[in-house]
């Protein structure tokens, strides 16, 4: 007899409020919706403001990753007054994005989602025991060692920016801080203070040794080499998620968007991924390959959230935040919008980067076994090793280049402009169009706005909803692969949405 089984399930243990509903046909998910319960005003605040306001308002999205959000907010008034950056300012802000990054991966992965590898309904697993000894929340080796050695890793941000978070030290044009020598080097020893902690705790092994895992093949030799590898918190939770199933749940349509980011200074020994201008390539990734990324392909959806004013997608810098709350109860479901690429959703995020980038380990795995809760998770566990040597390479450079920090421009009262960057969770842009030189429209997608984002008039689901598609669920009480599949976007709904519903 078949058995239909309704979860509605909010999720707290995410940046903001959560909820999924899902609909279990014999303990499978046959169908899923992802359902943002707060709604994000700051739009609507700029509005009628000077454009610098945005420098000060859009940090206050979100407490994590404030940084990301001032950086690109400053990019789209660089390109609005036609500002140029120098090369210490490229620097700079480049720094403290990745340094933010880096807090973030850590404290997602060992306080967020590791967790719950630590919960009771894991208890069946034969690393169990060792998972409670290493993520029981404030408790768990890995769990401590996270959120010292990552508030201790923040400082850097706070010497080149002056406090952390809702700094306001990047402008068009570049930063307004400009670091002594002494705080070059304490940037530099806090820098190598949590690489060797991240070499040892969480790789268990040296950068270069872990840059030689090109592939699945090369992940399972480097897995047997060493004790230490197979200790390390990567070794452990791929160890972990070959017992669990990670890598058969949360597989999702494949396709991926990047922006692309941190623009490398002219004459700067760090090179991109794919020797490009910027350190992360941009690109949309589906079934015909990857594609050049082109901005004028993004557009918004609001067939199934709370808002109204137009419908089909529109572009970002033509949209509107038009809130309707007529449409609560009906069958809107979100306060999130429903970005889309060429028409098509898409997900974003440190696989996505790797993706693009071509890196060999992650296209092996997405070759062999598709997109999973394994591959996503993974893909963030370590991505803080592909960006610490650009760190310390930049930090070093701001002591040598003898380039500026800042560089003025000119005011314009009537223009637009964008800024896309590569946040901690995947692709963030701000647009911007003043008039009279006020704000006239501001537009914000988030990373977590591409992920978690709702069916769009044509009924496509969202990436999370679309990865919760055919997933398992072993106690519909505690579903915890529902729980390991949506955590694995590291979703961020306070970036997303701010409304508390019934208001």
């Known amino acids: 007899m078949t058995k239909n089984i309704s979860?509605?399930?909010?999720?707290?243990?995410?940046?903001?409020?959560?909820?999924?509903?899902?609909?279990?046909?014999?303990?499978?998910?046959?169908?899923?919706?992802?359902v943002g319960t707060m709604y994000r005003g700051f739009e609507n605040l700029l509005t009628g403001r000077a454009p610098l306001d945005s420098l000060v308002i859009t940090p206050r999205i979100c407490g994590i990753?404030?940084?990301?959000?001032l950086?690109?907010?400053?990019?789209?008034?660089?390109?609005?007054?036609h500002a140029v950056v120098p090369g210490n300012g490229k620097r700079v802000r480049n720094i403290t994005l990745m340094t933010e990054?880096?807090?973030?991966?850590?404290?997602?992965?060992?306080?967020?989602?590791?967790?719950?590898?630590?919960?009771?309904?894991?208890?069946?697993?034969?690393?169990?025991?060792?998972?409670?000894?290493?993520?029981?929340?404030?408790?768990?080796?890995?769990?401590?060692?996270?959120?010292?050695?990552?508030?201790?890793?923040?400082?850097?941000?706070?010497?080149?920016?002056?406090?952390?978070?809702?700094?306001?030290?990047?402008?068009?044009?570049?930063?307004?801080?400009?670091?002594?020598?002494?705080?070059?080097?304490?940037?530099?020893?806090?820098l190598a203070r949590f690489r060797l902690w991240y070499e040892r705790r969480v790789l268990g092994c040296d950068l270069a040794c872990w840059g030689q895992v090109d592939g699945p093949e090369a992940l399972d030799k480097w897995l047997e080499e060493k004790e230490a590898h197979r200790n390390g918190e990567v070794g452990f939770f791929t160890r972990f998620s070959r017992k669990a199933g990670f890598s058969r749940i949360g597989a999702g349509r494949g396709r991926f968007v990047s922006f692309g980011g941190l623009d490398i200074p002219e004459g700067s020994d760090v090179t991109g991924l794919l020797q490009g201008t910027q350190f992360w390539p941009s690109g949309f990734v589906a079934e015909g390959g990857c594609q050049r990324f082109d901005p004028a392909l993004i557009a918004e959806d609001i067939g199934f959230s709370h808002f109204s004013g137009y419908t089909g997608g529109?572009?970002?810098?033509?949209?509107?935040?038009?809130?309707?709350?007529?449409?609560?109860?009906?069958?809107?479901?979100?306060?999130?919008?429903?970005?889309?690429?060429?028409?098509?959703?898409?997900?974003?995020?440190?696989?996505?980067e790797m993706v693009v980038a071509e890196d060999p380990l992650f296209c092996g795995l997405l070759a062999e076994e598709g997109p999973s809760v394994f591959a996503r998770q993974l893909a963030r566990m370590v991505r803080p090793a592909k960006i610490l040597a650009a760190i310390d390479t930049w930090i070093q450079e701001i002591a040598t280049s003898g380039e500026q920090f800042y560089r003025g421009y000119h005011t314009v009262e009537y223009g637009e402009g964008a800024g896309l960057i590569e946040a901690h969770r995947g692709a963030l842009g701000h647009w911007v169009a003043i008039e009279n030189g006020k704000i006239a429209r501001y537009q914000i997608i988030t990373p977590t706005t591409w992920n978690a984002c709702p069916r769009d008039g044509a009924g496509r689901r969202g990436p999370m909803e679309e990865a919760l598609i055919g997933t398992e669920v072993t106690d519909a009480a505690e579903p915890v692969e529902l729980e390991a599949v949506v955590r694995s976007f590291d979703p961020c709904l306070v970036c997303t949405v701010h409304f508390i519903d019934g208001l």
């Open 7 to 34: 979860i509605r399930m909010p999720l707290n243990r995410v940046e903001g409020d959560l909820e999924i509903h899902a609909e279990l046909v014999d303990g499978t998910i046959a169908e899923a919706y992802s």
């Open 101 to 190: 990054q880096i807090q973030n991966d850590i404290r997602h992965s060992f306080l967020l989602f590791c967790p719950d590898l630590a919960r009771p309904a894991y208890r069946n697993h034969p690393l169990f025991e060792e998972a409670v000894g290493r993520y029981q929340p404030l408790k768990g080796d890995a769990s401590v060692g996270a959120i010292r050695e990552s508030k201790k890793l923040l400082e850097i941000i706070a010497l080149l920016g002056g406090q952390w978070p809702h700094s306001s030290f990047i402008v068009p044009g570049g930063v307004v801080s400009v670091p002594t020598a002494n705080e070059v080097n304490q940037c530099r020893s806090l």
């Open 65 to 69: 990753c404030s940084t990301a959000h």
């Open 71 to 81: 950086k690109a907010a400053a990019k789209a008034l660089d390109e609005l007054f």
């Open 314 to 352: 529109r572009h970002p810098s033509e949209g509107a935040t038009q809130v309707d709350l007529e449409t609560i109860g009906d069958e809107k479901r979100s306060w999130a919008k429903a970005p889309r690429y060429d028409g098509l959703p898409a997900e974003t995020g440190p696989l996505a």
